[in-house]
């Protein structure tokens, strides 16, 4: 299997409700940053958490990273019909590096 | 400051033709990354260049595909001798020197091979 698996593989949740979605990854890494992408488009930058780093905030967004499970998680909160995408985590080795990214999480947000 | 330009944004080919995908990175940005994604998948790296210089090709198929990063001008993936295998949508990403590793998409371009 590869580097950056993203589980569920799909999730539904009602408008209001909070959205968890988690990845694993296999190797050591550098960074860990997650991405939106809405369908037939491009991938929209999220957030990227560093390997030092535990914790990280962005609006309603919430990323966890820990390395001795090799698992990060991200928590959209008070989700709405917009957050209706495809979620993908993506991991590096060293800055400069390629990104290996998960297989995804569709999220679907019913209002 | 404009985004990573990719043309064209769709593109179709008949089995055999080249096709030829352009990526103009965001100002300011020396390092290009391609990846392919797969219907209902996530992305696959294929290729890292900087100007002039191909950094790391361990994505990209053997044959009849190539890559460059002229000193002027856009980034450029060709496909040579298209197949039906090939229908995917291929992103470009761009990031900046001496910063971590935050890379920045385009919006990609569907190829579809008939």
């Known amino acids: 299997s590869q580097q950056g698996e993203e589980d569920p593989q799909a999730l539904s949740i009602q408008e209001g409700e909070n959205a968890t979605m988690n990845c694993s990854y296999k190797?050591?890494?550098?960074?860990l940053q997650w991405y939106r992408q809405n369908s037939g488009r491009g991938l929209v930058h999220l957030i990227l958490i560093r390997s030092n780093e535990r914790e990280k905030h962005s609006g309603r967004l919430r990323v966890t990273l820990d390395t001795s499970k090799k698992s990060s998680s991200l928590l959209i909160t008070a989700s709405r019909a917009a957050d209706t995408a495809s979620y993908f985590c993506?991991?590096?080795?060293?800055?400069?590096?390629?990104?290996?990214f998960g297989g995804g999480t569709r999220v679907l947000v019913k209002p | 400051n404009a985004g990573v330009m990719q043309n064209p944004r769709h593109l179709v080919r008949r089995r055999g033709q080249e096709a030829r995908l352009r990526c103009s990175p965001m100002?300011?940005?020396?390092?290009v990354y391609w990846y392919r994604q797969l219907p209902e998948e996530g992305l696959k790296f294929m290729v890292y260049l900087q100007k002039e210089n191909i950094i790391d090709e361990s994505g990209m198929p053997k044959e009849r595909f190539s890559a460059e990063f002229p000193k002027e001008g856009p980034s450029i993936l060709r496909i040579q001798q298209v197949v039906r295998g090939d229908s995917a949508a291929y992103f470009c990403a761009s990031s900046p020197v001496a910063r971590e590793n935050e890379q920045f998409f385009g919006p990609g371009t569907r190829l579809t091979v008939l």
């Open positions: 190797t050591s890494i550098n960074n």
């Open positions: 100002k300011g940005h020396s390092h």
């Open positions: 993506a991991t590096d080795k060293a800055a400069g590096n390629k990104l290996t």
